[in-house]
């Protein structure tokens, strides 16, 4: 039999809500999950039940919202956290577990509790929901022999899958790869990969651990997340589809609405030059690259903008520009500049980009296309 195709969680509406600060009305997030649903997403973790009767009341809304996805909330691992979830019309209910000797000794557990707690809130949870899953928080500073026998635990409890959370962001892709083909060679349980991205490296983590074994990972939206954020969707996604050509079946075309969607729910300004759904990222003003630009977008494209729903930005005229890029400039502002004109404008160019300490804006071109007699075209 082939292997799974991987697929991906996204998490917005719990881990990405948990960013400082960061608080969704109920609009948002119903509106955020639909467009999470019609990108094609097969589960969303939606929210934290426990947090009280609001929080469950929203999940209700999302779950009884019609949409094609799988619901999942998540827990700590008591009874009260289990119950809380359990008149939330979700599918799923997950919960967490510390991993490592570090999270055990701060919450004052031991291995023989973990093992214990596990098994308990199993048994409840697979009464009351569809499925349920294990997180072991921490994973990634936890001994590999223990999570062997997490892992054993959990598939032996009926668990969906574990969640292997690298908490702190800590690993780098070499280890990610390690660690997820050494626990994929030990037990059949799907696995979960969870980035955090304090160190700037969810992205690749997330894609090594599924180009590894693992069989999903959980992303959020924008990589919106507690301290520098998650791995993010539209990252990870594109990234599997140009790199690996792995497709998850998602309706990238989407991809920059929804990020504009989180963006502004969240009060969370995008990056300007942020990878994949960046107003920037497919800005060019470099001579070299906007002359290969024009002969064949690949030159300097890996995807383009059209494929995640932006609108293909025109080529920056600055100090970098080429007198090519200049004549195209003109062209799409409604000027005809022969090459020559070209050549005797582009230091002018220059040089006002220079005094300026940026790139020219078009009202800005027009004056000098104007001031110079450019003859317009027909």
């Not at 955020?32 to 973790?45: S, T, V």
């Not at 990878?275 to 990222?281: A, D, H, N, Y």
């Not at 690949?298 to 100090?319: C, D, M, N, Q, W």
Request: aromatic share 6%; net charge negative; charged share 20%.
């Amino acid at each position: 039999m082939p292997p799974k195709a991987p697929y991906l969680i996204d998490t917005t509406l719990r881990d990405g809500e948990q960013a400082a600060g960061v608080v969704f009305a109920l609009s948002e997030k119903l509106q955020i999950a639909r467009e999470l649903d019609a990108l094609g997403l097969p589960e969303l973790e939606v929210g934290i039940p426990a947090m009280g009767a609001s929080e469950r009341a929203h999940i209700r809304m999302i779950a009884a919202s019609g949409l094609q996805c799988k619901i999942l909330t998540w827990g700590r691992a008591t009874v009260e956290d289990l119950r809380a979830a359990m008149g939330s019309g979700a599918d799923g209910f997950h919960f967490s577990l510390p991993a490592s000797e570090l999270h055990q000794r701060i919450w004052k557990k031991d291995a023989a509790w973990v093992f214990k707690t596990m098994e308990s809130i199993s048994r409840i949870a697979a009464d009351h929901f569809e499925y349920f899953t294990i997180g072991a928080q921490d994973a990634s500073r936890a001994d590999n022999d223990f999570l062997k026998l997490f892992m054993h635990a959990a598939q032996s409890l009926g668990a969906k899958r574990i969640r292997y959370a690298d908490t702190t962001g800590r690993l780098n892709p070499l280890q990610t790869q390690q660690v997820i083909q050494n626990l994929r060679s030990h037990a059949d349980i799907e696995i979960e990969f969870h980035g955090h991205n304090d160190l700037g490296m969810a992205t690749a983590n997330s894609v090594t651990a599924l180009l590894a074994g693992a069989d999903c990972a959980s992303v959020t939206v924008n990589g919106l997340g507690e301290r520098a954020g998650n791995a993010p969707l539209e990252e990870v996604a594109t990234a599997l589809l140009c790199s690996s050509r792995i497709d998850l079946g998602l309706d990238i075309s989407r991809l920059a609405s929804l990020s504009d969607l989180v963006a502004h729910a969240s009060d969370r300004r995008l990056k300007w030059d942020k990878p994949v759904t960046g107003k920037g990222s497919f800005t060019h003003e470099s001579g070299i690259h906007c002359s290969g630009q024009m002969q064949d977008k690949s030159s300097y494209e890996v995807l383009k903008p059209e494929a995640v729903g932006h609108t293909r930005p025109p080529h920056v005229i600055g100090r970098h520009s080429s007198c090519r890029a200049l004549i195209e400039a003109a062209a799409q502002l409604g000027w005809q500049l022969e090459q020559c004109q070209a050549e005797q404008l582009l230091p002018q160019v220059r040089e006002t980009a220079t005094q300026l300490g940026r790139a020219l804006e078009q009202n800005e071109l027009r004056q000098i296309f104007h001031t110079l007699n450019i003859k317009k075209a027909s």
